[in-house]
């Protein structure tokens, strides 16, 4: 029956009928119109609120069931409605009052199991245990209720026995799975979480078709499913978002941006915290403004997911937004000591210190390291007398390997203050102090091999450390980032080991002609960085001849090969020759010169679409976008060329 053609009095069946089928939208569109013709019609107030409910508008739920339980207040129902849509919908201290109406005697055990999820959703997790407590032992959300206070406490292994018993007595139940699964995340064991994650995923797409898992990834449009109690009961949206967090600290980035869209689709209005959080802070590099719109949203909302103020300052810290950090942390104070670290709250300080007073800040990480190398001593000795233990030694290994991933980003702070003035030979002696501990860290060996490359005559040296890490990834060698190859192609030519450099390109060049045939359409510039890098080398030792004619060679064909990075290694080379022309220190052959000019008016033939630079995100004055591209700055150097050169066009 189309809605239109509804009569007064013929709403019910057909209301219900909505309801049967999940169609609670269209439900709530009809009887909010019958609710408005008739404002103290109790069944058209109470299935809107039913509605509301399924549909997870718990703010919406509440304002229908409270007049209810002033209208009845002999249906305890109402009463119990109205309490949980309250907790539903985060308001916790008028969720509370509201149980105070239910009677004490027909539902006892429902106002104690509300009144300690209310307590757990204030993080008063001593009052809720004292609530649990008051339940029959043989209830079957005992167990479970306890398990959740354990994994707030941080005693993961046993909150894991509790689910698991509750499993046993319960049957399969995916919030359950889920609950378990969140354990051994916590515990890191990944491979028993994803056991979990993928029978809840199993199960969902079996006998849930309708909730269209996975359609978005393959790029099939739906519409939304909406925030329907069956997608809540689910455990879908908490399994795929888990899913995501494993996949990204496991540094699968591409998997974990795939769970992320193989969840059931909602439009953005209707995402959970936990989902806008993940997405922000997956699609952070190719998504930037939009993730940290994100992020400063949820911010604002009560409440958030509790990792969200740490990520939005690191993250504004990366980006180099350091004013925009000290003004989040200013207007934020009273988030800090719930939501920082003393770790992350100092580390933070250190680093928009940096910006102002370098050498405060180079003080303030040395405290912060002096902190944690002590730490990593105490558990290598813990180590050392626990080596028999096997669970022992694994819990002190994972301990000593959490510890060393907060001491190397404080490390590479410090370095980066004296990196940045171009003092090299201090950033080796930063790495040096702090071999100890970190010399089978790959951050810290790829950095260290960047100093002692950067030195010049530490060529040789720098080898020692390239090469392990190029060698790790031999067989699928475009897995290792272009500069590190490049680098070390430049370190053989610069010791004479041009055989090896050549050997390193060919296989570079093997891979990317596999990646041609498999893939036409992808750009790929791994050789073209490594040819660029080497030209650069030989422009700047004053062989303009040879390292020209190689980055001009680089980018050929210049569909595939022009892009913002490419364009970048060039322009740096041109403009030097120009400099070095026009101050008349050298002089170019005019084939040289014509070969040039040819290839910036190929620059400008495809650089139409290419960005000349990726802005910053948050960059409030932004480049003019016709001159933001290759086209433009091409034709501004082929002037250049005329200009210095006398040629005419």
């Given at each position: 029956m189309?809605l239109?053609?509804i009569?007064?009095?013929e709403?019910t069946a ?33 299935l809107?609120?039913?509605?509301y409910?399924?549909m997870?508008?718990?703010t919406n ?22 309490a949980?849509?309250?907790y539903?919908?985060?308001?916790f201290?008028e969720?509370?009052k509201a ?8 539902s006892?055990t429902k106002?104690i199991?509300?009144q ?19 339940l029959?032992q ?5 167990d479970?209720d306890?398990?959740?206070l ?27 799975a ?20 993928a ?15 996975g359609?978005?990834?393959?790029g099939i449009?739906v ?9 809540h ?21 591409a ?9 059931p ?16 802070l997956?699609?952070?590099?190719t998504?930037?403004t939009?993730?940290f ?6 911010l604002q ?5 509790p990792?969200?103020?740490?990520n ?6 990366k ?8 003004d989040?942390l200013a ?9 920082l ?7 933070l ?7 102002t ?7 303030k990480?040395?405290?912060?390291a002096?902190?944690?190398?002590e730490?990593l ?5 813990q180590?050392?007398?626990h ?6 030694l ?5 301990d ?9 980003p404080v ?6 203050i ?5 003092n ?12 100890e501990?970190c ?8 950095n260290?091999?960047h ?5 010049d ?9 390239y ?44 891979e ?13 510039f791994h050789?073209?960085?490594v040819?660029?890098?080497?030209g ?11 390292g ?8 050929e ?5 022009l892009?913002?990075?490419t ?15 026009a ?27 290419v ?5 910053q ?14 086209t433009?700055e ?6 250049l060329?005329y200009?210095?050169?006398g040629?005419?066009e």
């Amino acid at each position: 029956m189309p809605l239109t053609t509804i009569k007064d009095g013929e709403y019910t069946a057909t209301v219900y009928k909505m309801i049967k089928e999940g169609r609670y939208g269209d439900a709530i569109h009809i009887l909010s119109k019958e609710h408005q013709k008739h404002t103290k019609s109790r069944a058209a107030l109470s299935l809107l609120g039913y509605c509301y409910y399924h549909m997870q508008d718990f703010t919406n739920a509440a304002e229908c069931y409270e007049p209810l339980t002033q209208l009845h207040p002999e249906v305890e129902d109402y009463k119990l409605y109205y309490a949980q849509s309250l907790y539903g919908a985060c308001a916790f201290p008028e969720a509370m009052k509201a149980t105070f109406l239910l009677d004490s005697t027909a539902s006892h055990t429902k106002m104690i199991k509300l009144q300690a999820a209310i307590r757990y959703g204030e993080e008063d997790f001593s009052g809720a245990k004292t609530l649990v407590e008051q339940l029959p032992q043989d209830d079957p959300d005992y167990d479970v209720d306890l398990g959740c206070l354990l994994y707030k406490e941080g005693e993961y292994e046993e909150a894991c026995k509790k689910f698991l018993s509750s499993m046993n007595v319960l049957g399969y139940q995916p919030d359950l799975a889920y609950n378990i699964a969140l354990c051994y995340y916590s515990l890191k064991q990944y491979a028993s979480a994803l056991k979990y994650i993928a029978e809840i995923i199993e199960r969902g797409i079996r006998e849930h078709p309708e909730l269209s898992i996975g359609m978005t990834t393959e790029g099939i449009d739906v519409r939304s499913v909406g925030n329907t109690l069956i997608l809540h009961e689910t455990a879908l949206i908490e399994a795929f978002n888990l899913k995501a967090a494993i996949e990204y600290q496991l540094k699968n980035y591409a998997a974990a941006q795939e769970a992320l869209t193989d969840m059931p689709p909602r439009s953005e209005e209707e995402l959970d915290p936990v989902t806008l959080h993940n997405q922000a802070l997956m699609n952070i590099d190719t998504k930037p403004t939009e993730g940290f719109e994100k992020l400063a949203f949820l911010l604002q909302q009560n409440p958030f997911p509790p990792i969200t103020f740490g990520n939005l300052l690191l993250l504004y810290c990366k980006y180099e937004y350091f004013d925009l950090a000290a003004d989040v942390l200013a207007e934020n104070a009273h988030l800090t000591y719930t939501f920082l670290t003393p770790y992350l709250y100092e580390f933070l300080d250190a680093m928009i210190t940096c910006q102002t007073a370098p050498e405060e800040a180079f003080r303030k990480f040395d405290e912060i390291a002096g902190k944690l190398t002590e730490q990593l001593r105490k558990v290598t000795k813990q180590e050392a007398r626990h080596n028999r233990d096997d669970e022992s030694l694994k819990k002190h290994v994972q301990d000593y390997d959490e510890v060393l991933e907060r001491y190397i980003p404080v490390l590479m702070a410090q370095a980066k203050i004296y990196w940045n003035r171009e003092n090299y030979s201090m950033v080796e002696k930063i790495f040096h102090k702090s071999l100890e501990f970190c010399n089978e860290h790959d951050t810290w060996k790829l950095n260290v091999a960047h100093v002692l490359f950067m030195q010049d005559n530490k060529y040789k040296e720098a080898i020692g450390f390239y090469e392990p890490i190029v060698k790790k990834h031999y067989d699928n060698i475009l897995n290792v980032s272009a500069i590190v190859l490049a680098n070390l192609c430049v370190s053989y030519i610069m010791t004479s080991q041009n055989e090896e450099a050549e050997e390193l390109m060919r296989k570079i060049e093997k891979e990317e002609e596999q990646i041609s045939y498999e893939e036409p359409d992808k750009k790929v510039f791994h050789l073209c960085i490594v040819n660029l890098v080497i030209g650069t080398l030989y422009c700047a030792k004053g062989n303009y001849d040879f390292g020209i004619s190689r980055v001009i060679k680089s980018l050929e064909p210049y569909n595939k090969k022009l892009g913002t990075d490419t364009w970048f290694y060039a322009k740096r080379c041109f403009l030097s020759l120009l400099e070095n022309m026009a101050k008349h220190m050298i002089m170019l052959r005019d084939p040289v010169v014509q070969e040039c000019i040819q290839f910036l008016e190929h620059c400008e033939l495809y650089g139409k679409d290419v960005p000349a630079i990726i802005e910053q995100p948050l960059e409030e004055d932004r480049m003019h976008i016709g001159k933001n591209t290759v086209t433009y700055e091409s034709r501004l150097i082929k002037a250049l060329f005329y200009e210095v050169t006398g040629w005419n066009e």
